[in-house]
C-alpha cells in the first residue's frame, strides 16, 4: 500500500475513532477529554517537509475541529505540535541518522526511550496547548493543572494501547538500489 493511501486511511481513521468514541465517553468527559487523534501526526513519514507537516497537523485539526464543533482549537494544536515535531526529532535520533534508514517514528525506528520521549513530550506539549486555549476562558489554575496532567495520563495510556495493538512493522533502508 502507497504511503498517501496508508496516511488518507490513517487520517480518517483517527478522525472517526476521536469523533464517534472517544467524544462520547461522558464519565470522563467533564474533566478528563481522552485523546488519540494527534498520533495521526506523530505517525506520519520522516521526511515529510515541516511546512507541509504543518498544514497537514492544521488541516487535521481543523477537521475535527468541524465535527466537534470547535472553534480553532484542536488546529492549533495540531499545527503546533507538528511544527515543533522535526525539532524533537532531529534532537533525540543520533546523527546515525534513523530518520534516513526508516520511513517513520515508531519503537523500532528510534527505540523505547526516544520514542516514548517523542511522544510524551509532544502528547504534553498538545494537551497543554489545546486546554490552556479552553482554560483562559475558566479561569482556575488548579483546574487547568489536573486537566492538562489527566487527559495527558489518559491519552499516553490509549497511545499505549494503540502502540501495542497495531504493531507498525518497519523495514531497515539500506543504500543499495
Same mark, same amino acid.
Request: hydrophobic fraction near 55%.
Given at each position: ?32 477529554? +481522552? =485523546? ?5 501526526? !506523530?505517525? #506520519?513519514?520522516? %521526511? /515529510?517537509?515541516?511546512?507541509? *507537516? ?59 526511550? +526516544? =520514542? ?5 513530550? !509532544?502528547? #504534553?506539549?498538545? %494537551? /497543554?496547548?489545546?486546554?490552556? *486555549? ?44
Amino acid at each position: 500500500m502507497s504511503d498517501l493511501v496508508k496516511n488518507t486511511v490513517r487520517f480518517l481513521l483517527f478522525i472517526l475513532v476521536q469523533v464517534l468514541v472517544l467524544v462520547k465517553v461522558k464519565p470522563l468527559h467533564q474533566f478528563v477529554v +481522552p =485523546y488519540l487523534y494527534f498520533l495521526y501526526i !506523530l505517525w #506520519l513519514p520522516f %521526511n /515529510t517537509p515541516r511546512l507541509a *507537516l504543518t498544514f497537514i497537523g492544521f488541516l487535521f485539526g481543523f477537521s475535527l475541529d468541524y465535527f466537534v464543533k470547535t472553534p480553532g482549537l484542536h488546529a492549533a494544536a495540531c499545527a503546533l505540535i507538528a511544527y515543533v515535531r522535526p525539532f524533537l526529532v532531529s534532537i533525540l535520533i543520533s546523527q546515525e541518522g534513523a530518520d534516513q534508514n526508516y520511513k517513520s517514528p515508531s519503537v523500532t525506528s528510534m527505540g523505547w526511550a +526516544p =520514542y516514548a520521549t517523542y511522544v510524551v513530550v !509532544l502528547t #504534553l506539549l498538545h %494537551n /497543554t496547548y489545546l486546554v490552556f *486555549l479552553e482554560w483562559m476562558e475558566m479561569g482556575s489554575f488548579l483546574f487547568f493543572l489536573g486537566k492538562v496532567l489527566g487527559t495527558t495520563g489518559v491519552s499516553l495510556l490509549l497511545i499505549l494501547l494503540t502502540e501495542l495493538l497495531f504493531y507498525r512493522k518497519q523495514s531497515f533502508k539500506t543504500n543499495t538500489a
